[in-house]
């Protein structure tokens, strides 16, 4: 199968999966849904290359799982597949969407068999119920359930999605510029996951792996007379505050860096650079807030944050419930598993000169369990 690449559609943005988590990362024991996907293609076939196509936010991350080549999605399917087909150099390609995450391998192998029959290989299903189109009742045996993967020549695929129009697969859009179709029997067992309700009817999915992850995060600010002291969102009755680009929440920039750390996503400053003007002055708890999203989307649940600051002033007692309680809304974590510590320097060090404030943070993580989302 040296003439023939895989590309697998994973980019898209849905979160109708709850606590955020979009569908390609709903994990299968210890691999996102997308890897299982295109690891199973890759055991059943020798393609020449497997492309996975992501959202453009988390192509680094999608490249720190190694085997595939990764490559950014766009606006719309079309564009998606535009990108993709960029790094196609083989004659056909065959394209699935991650939804399509149970692989029915005799009807893929149909559809790979026949594909020197026509620009676009489709795999269809006859329509066993009556069938209206609007008010009117239409012969049954002259309608078609359309399927994927299709398999396409790559030069027509190339002309086809040129083309502004969003279609929704290769064959409607191989159409669309006079290609050939060629119809092979699809199958009834190639369900697709779209809704929650799906999940029940998908047999090869597993549950997630029930590991936990954590990560460790430090800061560091110098105080700064004249500015407001900002810790864990909190404004702190304080005649300095810390010298930084942001607003300068040590606590918060520690506490994002052990999240970090456990999702494997590398350090603040490779999302936010402190050299990047967007960020300065940049209110922490928004940063906090879209590294959460980011978290979410890619299948973790945020269980437990720990957090120590070191500081020989200001006194933090007053202000400890307050703190939690924005961390808790921020994270989405009932205040129980958010553990919130105040320690001096006993006088020694920087710390204890009062010239500025240490936070080390701790944070734990675990798979998104979709196997408890009510459909
Ligand atoms: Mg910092």
Known sequence: MEDITLILLAAGSSTRFGMGTKKQWLYQGTRPLWQKVADDFDAAFDFAKVIVVGSGDEIAYMQLFGAYEVVAGGNSRQESLRNALALVKTPYVLVSDVARCCLDLPMIERVIAHKKSADCIVPTLGVVDTLYVEDEAVDRDRARLIQTPQLSRTDALRRAVVAETDYTDESSAIRAVDGSIHFVEGSSQAHKLTRPADLGRLPCLIPPDQGSFTGYGIDIHPFEEGKTMKLCGVTIESPVGFKA???GDVAIHALIDALMGAAGMGDIGELFPDTDVAYADADSTVLLAEVVRRIRAV??????????????????LP??????????????LPLPRINLK?????????????????VHATATLNYFDWTKVSA
């Not at 202000?319 to 989405?332: I, Q």
């Not at 006088?347 to 240490?358: D, S």
Request: glycine fraction near 8%; proline fraction near 2%; charged fraction near 25%.
């Open 299 to 316: 299948g973790f649940t945020i269980r437990h944050v720990d957090v120590t600051v070191l500081a020989q002033t200001p006194r933090l």
């Open 342 to 358: 105040a320690t001096t320097a006993e006088k020694l060090g920087f710390v204890g000169r009062k010239e500025g404030v240490t």
């Open 319 to 332: 202000y400890k419930s307050a703190m939690r309680a924005r961390l808790s809304r921020l994270l989405h």
């Open 245 to 247: 680009h942001s607003d």
